[in-house]
């Protein structure tokens, strides 16, 4: 279960990274699909993502993160 914490935490990192990249504000959050969101209005090509993403704010309960 770590691995999942640890790619579920790459990927906020990475889109965030993709946001300030572009001087693009954003508020302090854990939740990809609104990452997402924000990402795709500078790149059309992260809508894709959205059905695609394998790790989301349902599928991983604070209870899951700290069990490992």
Do not use: G
Request: aromatic share 18%; net charge positive.
């Amino acid at each position: 279960m770590r691995f999942v914490f640890m790619l579920n935490k790459l990927w906020k990192n990475y889109y965030k990274a993709f946001l300030i990249f572009h001087n693009k504000p954003f508020r302090k959050t854990h939740d990809i699909a609104e990452l997402i969101s924000l990402c795709s209005k500078i790149d059309r090509d992260f809508e894709k993502l959205m059905d695609e993403r394998i790790v989301t704010k349902e599928k991983l309960s604070k209870e899951t993160f700290w069990n490992f």
